[in-house]
């Protein structure tokens, strides 16, 4: 049953069709961001154990730390967003300090040099989302969300599948030193910030005379409607057992998987997370949002599962193809949601809520992962996270299906 469009006094600023291009800007800024990122990420475990001397807790704790502090980015990012009615600045910002900050990883000679170079790339990262996405939805009419945050979802993941397609192809060419792709990635983000900069046209939010821009927070969280708590509970939940990516390729090589076959295991994952977001998103505007995200989260379970139980490698190489598809399913849409039970004026403060409580739970989960895996065994921790993930299925099913807002 396609979502209906309900009246509402707080409405989105009227849509130039041109804003379109705001879409395709911020697609190709994500592209570009993404592949520089994705260079450098599947060679993280390489480079911090085989040249660095960390391990799995080193993982965890900078993993954790360095999502943690992006948390807090995007609660603050989201809160100014509101107030000074700007976001393309704050967006196009966290651009900007996060692809400075990629290359130094080059001249890293200890791994607590890493932690922080990931901590400053992080924080950017989050200061940029909240404000990004509150533009990104008021540059479209609501019956189009979907497949915006679908489009620029799948330009993310397109990036993600060219950088560690880069990776593979530079690796044999620099006779496999890891610093001189790190230095590579520099090119594809400084095209990145130049788009966020150029590109990306601002979209001032309507402000109503009931509900004020400036009630940013837990305040317009609380104001909105009430599912989003019910929602916000389910996210946080599954983000307790969502921890770093980098665990799925450390499970893997434990399993037997060579370290320099890590970016193609990210290209694989990544071609499916590409080819599914945009479909998956226009989908979302026909059928109720929560639909899709469940499916994605009962993925996400089955796939976790399927690394605890998995005892050689070869599962591996399908079961990335399959976590592909919960990111499809859940990341643009997920986004998408949340905007059609929120205003214009309040959407980034209510987007950094959610994302905060998403990167703040992400130091205990990547911090615990690495401590089961020490304490227990390799597969312990990806039965705790598929068991949450269950859960929030459910938490999700009892939340309802919504209406958009324009």
């Known amino acids: 049953m396609a979502q209906s469009l309900t009246p509402n006094s707080s409405e989105s600023p009227p849509v130039d069709p041109a804003l379109s291009r705001n879409i395709r800007a911020f697609g190709w800024a994500a592209f570009f961001n993404d592949t520089a990122t994705e260079m450098s990420y599947w060679l993280l475990p390489r480079f911090l154990v085989g040249v660095l001397g960390a391990g799995p807790m080193a993982f965890g704790l900078i993993e954790g730390a360095a999502e943690s502090v992006a948390s807090f980015g995007r609660l603050a990012s989201g809160f100014l967003a509101d107030r000074w009615r700007r976001r393309k600045p704050l967006a196009a910002a966290g651009y900007t300090v996060a692809n400075l900050a990629k290359p130094l990883l080059a001249l890293?000679?200890?791994?607590?040099?890493?932690?922080?170079?990931?901590?400053?790339?992080?924080?950017?990262?989050?200061?940029?989302?909240?404000?990004?996405?509150?533009?990104?939805?008021?540059?479209?009419?609501?019956?189009?969300?979907g497949a915006a945050f679908g489009f620029r979802q799948a330009m993310?993941?397109?990036?993600?599948?060219?950088?560690?397609?880069?990776?593979?192809?530079?690796?044999?060419?620099?006779?496999?030193?890891?610093?001189?792709?790190?230095?590579?990635?520099?090119?594809?983000?400084?095209?990145?910030?130049?788009v966020a900069w150029l590109a990306v046209r601002e979209v001032r939010p309507k402000?109503?005379?009931?509900?004020?821009?400036?009630?940013?927070?837990?305040?317009g969280l609380s104001a909105v409607d009430r599912r989003l708590w019910l929602i916000l509970a389910a996210v946080t939940v599954f983000s307790l057992g969502n921890s770093s990516d980098l665990f799925l390729i450390l499970r893997a090589q434990?399993?037997?998987?060579?370290?320099?076959?890590?970016p193609a295991l990210g290209f694989v994952f990544n071609v499916v997370y590409t080819l599914l977001s945009w479909p998956a998103g226009k989908l979302s505007d026909r059928i109720p949002r929560r639909i899709l995200i469940?499916?994605?989260?009962?993925?996400?379970?089955?796939?976790?599962?399927?690394?605890?139980?998995?005892?050689?490698?070869?599962?591996?190489?399908?079961l990335m193809p399959a976590y592909g598809l919960y990111y499809g399913l859940t990341e643009g849409v997920m986004k998408a949601w949340i905007s059609d039970l929120v205003p214009s004026e309040r959407r980034a403060s209510v987007y950094g809520v959610f994302n905060w409580v998403v990167g703040l739970t992400l130091f205990p989960a990547s911090l615990a992962a690495g401590w089961m895996w020490q304490r227990y065994s390799p597969a312990t921790p990806f039965y705790f996270s598929a068991a949450l993930a269950s859960t929030a299925a459910v938490l999700l099913a009892l939340a309802g299906s919504s209406r958009a807002r324009a």
């Open 108 to 145: 890293s000679q200890t791994w607590g040099q890493v932690f922080w170079i990931r901590f400053f790339d992080r924080a950017a990262k989050g200061f940029r989302a909240a404000p990004r996405d509150a533009l990104i939805a008021d540059s479209v009419p609501a019956s189009q969300r």
């Open 156 to 194: 993310d993941s397109a990036g993600a599948m060219a950088g560690p397609l880069a990776a593979l192809l530079l690796l044999p060419l620099f006779l496999g030193d890891v610093r001189k792709v790190f230095w590579a990635a520099t090119v594809p983000g400084l095209a990145s910030l130049a």
């Open 207 to 219: 402000s109503s005379a009931t509900q004020r821009s400036s009630e940013g927070g837990f305040a």
């Open 254 to 262: 434990n399993l037997g998987l060579g370290p320099g076959f890590a």
């Open 294 to 318: 469940i499916l994605g989260y009962s993925v996400y379970a089955a796939v976790y599962l399927g690394f605890a139980m998995a005892r050689s490698v070869r599962l591996v190489w399908l």
